[in-house]
């Protein structure tokens, strides 16, 4: 057997810890220090982050996120199929906010084809854009406090998701991944049913959502957890590229509904929220209080919701109801077209981004006048903000980690493309 | 619009020698310059305090296959006190496969020029920390080059070995 002395314990050991399938090298010796190798399969790193730990004891000296464990190549597939065809896929990103990135997709694809959507259609996608928020941000909170340590609020948080998504059921049939909105308008129009249930949500929703914050607002356990916790400025939170309610959060006004508003959000009454501390407990206000704007504005959109199309009249470009393409040659001769040849936006390029649950969500398209982008980038929120990880946990403990990668709610499906 | 005409005015008498393309669609400008002068130029936009581009939304590439110049790099930059969106481009060629990295100047761009360098293989030159980002260090290819097929290549990424 070979014997190992006390001047190669240490190579051995980070040979062991690094072996082969990594790509993470440590220079200088550790002398003190430990490296702690933290997910792909953690629960608390939601989904597959993982995070590579340099710890002196207890304390985080330096950390370095690895991405890519959900790589699918996302922006590779929308390069290869239609405009139309990427819309299931734009699911996936976000996984916990289906339909706002439906609505992202179809309101930058409108924008380079150039394309309008009648006034109910982008009602109905402001609110479940909304809806998705609401949906989220429960998540979020829910599973932040189950990080920390408090199990109740999740289960009480993804009660009322669960509202959400029968909501979502009646309203486009499918209560996860959506694919709801088409470009030019949305699938079919919202029934009486579902905005009924959505009305019932609404007014059911705030004293539901007081009480899962009585839980927690002022459990000692909670706040000692969080308070103080990843604190970053707001000039190093626009610095490394935060956004939504992460950057919000070190009190910076950035909400790109009020900056660059798209949709009817000009003509919603809402507040951006911001909290100035920048440290966990803020994010975490900062979330509780957006849900309860979200759900300020669905209820403006459910009282001024026009009626009318749900679906633009401009055949050339956007796929015609299916009773015209059955009863009239020219809808069969577009439909026809736009099915095996795409859309065919002009030459041209656009970046449009809306308010995602998570920040910033936009997409860049390049079109060479073809069925299918040229060049489509995806700039998702979660990315960058994750890109904060190394400076928030430096210096803090392992299990401030934790909390505060529940604090900046990463989602990986949308992170790693 | 006004902020258009005082960047541009801005950039022309900063950089007298550069020239600076504007192209305009949808109501968004792109400024297309040479790649020498990327950092000088961004600096200029981040730090003047007409203008005031204090965000680095996006950093990302586009390979156009069989053109001269193969790949385009793209900046999408965004002012908070004018909440006005630019996007910046320069052109890179396949001989020389590199370009200045602005992580100096948003440190947001760090990791998008890992992922730009991982998908089209564009090297940023003073660039921190330039390793891939989603995929292993070992792959080979840059899966976002239009001659990567799609359906990936067999063999590519290799698979643990039994022992």
């Known amino acids: 057997m070979e014997r190992i002395t006390k001047d190669d314990v240490h190579p051995k050991i980070i040979e062991a810890l690094l072996g082969a399938d990594s790509d993470i090298t440590v220079e200088d010796a550790l002398e003190n220090e430990m490296i702690l190798n933290m997910g792909p399969q953690h629960p608390a790193t939601h989904g597959v982050l993982r995070v590579v730990l340099r710890l002196d004891g207890e304390t985080v000296i330096a950390a370095v996120p690895e991405l890519g464990y959900l790589h699918r190549g996302y922006e590779k597939m929308a390069e290869n199929m239609g405009y139309y065809d990427f819309i299931p896929h734009t699911d996936r990103l976000d996984y916990l906010s289906p339909l706002a990135n439906n609505v992202s997709w179809v309101l930058a694809v409108e924008k380079l084809a150039g394309i309008e959507a009648p006034p109910r259609a982008q009602y109905i996608r402001m609110m479940i854009a909304e809806f998705a928020r609401i949906a989220s941000h429960l998540v979020a909170i829910g599973s932040l406090a189950m990080d920390v340590g408090a199990l109740t609020?999740?289960?009480?948080?993804?009660?009322?998701?669960?509202?959400?998504?029968?909501?979502?059921?009646?309203?486009?049939?499918?209560?996860?991944?959506?694919?709801?909105?088409?470009?030019?308008?949305?699938?079919?129009?919202?029934?009486?049913?579902?905005?009924?249930?959505?009305?019932?949500?609404?007014?059911?929703?705030?004293?539901?959502?007081?009480?899962?914050?009585?839980?927690?607002?002022?459990?000692?356990i909670f706040i000692e957890r969080l308070d103080g916790v990843g604190v970053i400025s707001a000039a190093d939170a626009l610095e490394i590229g935060m956004t939504g309610p992460s950057l919000r959060g070190s009190g910076v006004e950035y909400d790109v509904r009020r900056a660059n508003p798209y949709l009817f959000y000009n003509d919603m009454d809402f507040k951006v929220i911001t909290y100035p501390e920048g440290d966990s407990l803020a994010?975490?206000?900062?979330?509780?209080?957006?849900?309860?704007?979200?759900?300020?504005?669905?209820?403006?959109?459910?009282?001024?919701?026009?009626?009318?199309?749900?679906?633009?009249?401009?055949p050339k470009k956007v796929l015609p109801k299916k009773q015209e393409i059955y009863s009239r040659m020219e809808e069969l001769i577009h439909d026809f077209m736009l099915v095996n040849f795409g859309i065919n936006p002009p030459v041209g390029e656009i970046y449009s981004a809306i308010e995602n649950s998570k920040g910033e969500m936009g997409f860049y398209l390049v079109s060479k006048g073809e069925g299918h982008p040229w060049k489509c980038k995806i700039k998702s929120p979660s990315f960058s903000n994750l890109q904060a990880l190394p400076h928030l946990v430096q210096g803090r403990m392992i299990s401030d980690v934790v909390a505060i990668i529940g604090s900046i709610d990463p989602i990986m499906g949308e992170a790693d493309k | 619009m006004e902020l258009k005409e005082t960047i541009l005015k801005n950039l022309k008498e900063k950089f007298p020698a550069v020239n600076f393309e504007e192209t305009e669609f949808r109501g968004e400008l792109t400024l297309t310059f040479?790649?020498?002068?990327?950092?000088?130029?961004?600096?200029?936009?981040?730090?003047?305090?007409?203008?005031?581009?204090?965000?680095?939304?996006?950093?990302?590439?586009?390979?156009?296959?069989?053109?001269?110049?193969?790949?385009?790099?793209?900046?999408?930059?965004?002012?908070?006190?004018?909440?006005?969106?630019?996007?910046?481009?320069?052109?890179?060629?396949?001989?020389?496969?590199?370009?200045?990295?602005?992580?100096?100047?948003?440190k947001s761009a760090n990791w998008y020029e890992r992922e730009t360098y991982d998908m089209y293989g564009i090297t940023f030159n003073n660039h921190p920390d330039l390793r891939r980002m989603y995929m292993p260090e070992d792959f080979e290819y840059h899966p976002l080059r239009k001659d990567f097929p799609l359906m990936g290549i067999p063999g590519s990424l290799p698979l643990p070995k039994k022992d």
């Open chain 1, 283 to 314: 994010r975490y206000f900062v979330r509780v209080d957006e849900a309860k704007e979200s759900a300020k504005i669905i209820r403006q959109i459910l009282e001024k919701m026009p009626e009318g199309e749900v679906l633009a009249n401009q």
């Open chain 2, 34 to 106: 040479d790649k020498k002068f990327v950092v000088e130029v961004c600096s200029f936009l981040k730090e003047n305090t007409e203008l005031q581009f204090n965000m680095c939304t996006d950093v990302t590439a586009i390979d156009w296959a069989k053109r001269k110049n193969r790949f385009t790099v793209v900046y999408q930059i965004y002012s908070l006190s004018h909440k006005f969106r630019l996007r910046l481009k320069c052109n890179v060629d396949e001989s020389d496969c590199s370009i200045n990295s602005v992580s100096s100047v948003w």
């Open chain 1, 153 to 220: 609020v999740f289960l009480w948080t993804l009660r009322e998701r669960e509202k959400i998504l029968d909501i979502w059921d009646i309203l486009c049939g499918a209560r996860f991944t959506n694919s709801y909105t088409r470009i030019g308008g949305i699938a079919n129009d919202a029934s009486p049913e579902a905005m009924a249930k959505a009305k019932w949500f609404i007014d059911q929703f705030l004293p539901n959502l007081d009480e899962c914050e009585r839980l927690i607002n002022k459990n000692r």
